[in-house]
């Protein structure tokens, strides 16, 4: 059994995540603003990943096995009326905040030897698409980290990400908040729905596991066939 920290782990793919690993014998530990519902058996640690000193290393679990960073925004807004702070607000959550919590538990990682890294990214970013220059700028980020640090952590360290695309989580309320938002989300996927968190979730407990221990520098799509159909 491996020691995993998810940061963003109470909620959407993250708390599905955690679930997941806890239900497979794992010990999990989350680092989010609010505990929210999380089993006890979870190690939280309340953090905000804007606006806080760096983490804390005294909560960073030991014998450290797999590090995901879950949170994310969805701002969708014509690039007009996107000022300068919403594209570094986007930065900062989602990939500033990535690199301080990733930073922070580095040598933790680096002792284990099977560990492994999982960020997430967009469909947005490979697959061109009106109203989403904040969020696929700051994913496309992540994606050219994920690869650097997956040749810089090579052998030792396994790096990858998932990119989805809308996802039935609490993120994505205001987008799937009606019968029609969701009928016509569905229909734009060759798949004809949208993604269920646990669906998400299992993609990273895969890349988190043995099973993927020759899987490093990807980023894999999870869109229903809407980014390559």
Do not use: W
């Given at each position: 059994m491996a020691n995993y920290l998810i940061i963003g782990g109470s909620s959407g793919i993250g708390r599905a995540l955690v679930d997941q690993l806890l239900t497979d014998g794992h010990t999990v530990a989350v680092w989010a603003r609010e505990q929210r519902d999380l089993p006890t058996t979870v190690t939280f640690t309340s953090y905000d990943v804007i606006g806080e000193a760096d983490p804390d290393k005294a909560t960073i679990p030991e014998g450290l096995d797999?590090?995901?960073?879950?949170?994310?925004?969805?701002?969708l807004k014509s690039f007009r009326s996107l000022k300068a702070p919403a594209f570094r607000e986007a930065f900062?959550?989602?990939?500033?905040?990535?690199v301080r919590c990733l930073q922070a538990c580095e040598r933790t990682l680096k002792k284990s030897d099977k560990a492994s890294v999982v960020f997430f990214s967009t469909v947005a970013v490979q697959r061109g698409m009106p109203f989403h220059a904040g969020i696929a700028a700051a994913k496309g980020a992540i994606e050219g980290l994920t690869r650097s640090l997956a040749a810089e952590y090579a052998p030792n360290i396994r790096v990858n990400a998932i990119a989805p695309s809308l996802t039935d989580t609490p993120l994505a309320g205001k987008l799937l908040g009606?019968?029609?938002?969701?009928?016509?989300?569905?229909?734009?996927?060759?798949?004809?729905?949208?993604?269920?968190?646990?669906?998400?979730?299992?993609?990273?407990?895969?890349?988190?596991?043995?099973?993927?221990?020759?899987?490093?520098?990807?980023?894999?799509?999870?869109?229903?066939?809407?980014?390559?159909?």
């Open positions: 797999g590090f995901v960073y879950c949170p994310g925004s969805i701002d900062e959550l989602n990939v500033v905040g990535a009606t019968d029609d938002k969701r009928q016509a989300s569905a229909d734009r996927h060759p798949l004809k729905r949208v993604a269920a968190a646990e669906e998400i979730a299992a993609m990273a407990a895969f890349l988190l596991g043995d099973n993927a221990a020759f899987v490093t520098g990807q980023v894999i799509g999870m869109d229903g066939g809407l980014g390559a159909i």
